[in-house]
């Protein structure tokens, strides 16, 4: 089964992240090279996430659209980036995600398999 992984971040765990940037990126780099070396991961990236690199295109009620600068919900959690595994199932899945090392949170979604 195919899942995304979400990763959010949030100005704290930034904060930390920049702290040690070399420590945390060889820890994730560790990290992605175990799954990616696994079989089980299909791909992912990193994202800009300065709150004004967004843009977010809305289409209103009257079927114009409206773009305006900014993520779709402005809050302290900003998304991060993004993977998509391939695993038995749900339960390996927040196994897999519980094992990131730079603490971020990650909302697993199933992947809707095309028929």
């Known amino acids: 089964m195919r899942f ?6 949030t100005d704290a765990s930034r904060r930390r992240l920049r702290a040690d940037r070399d420590a945390h990126r060889k820890a994730y780099e560790t990290w992605i090279g175990e799954i990616a070396g696994a079989g089980k991961l299909v791909g992912g990236e990193a994202l ?11 289409t209103v009620a009257d079927g114009s659209t409206t773009a305006t600068d900014g993520p779709v919900h402005a809050g302290e959690e900003t998304l991060g980036g993004w993977f998509v595994i391939d695993v038995a199932d749900r339960n390996e899945a927040v196994e897999l995600a ?3 090392p730079t603490g971020e949170a990650i909302e697993i979604r199933p992947i809707l398999e095309s028929a």
Not at 4 to 9: G, P, R, S, T, W
Not at 48 to 58: I, L
């Open 48 to 58: 800009e996430t300065d709150h004004t690199a967004p843009v977010t295109v809305r």
């Open 4 to 9: 995304a992984l979400v990763i959010f971040e």
């Open 98 to 100: 519980k094992t990131l």
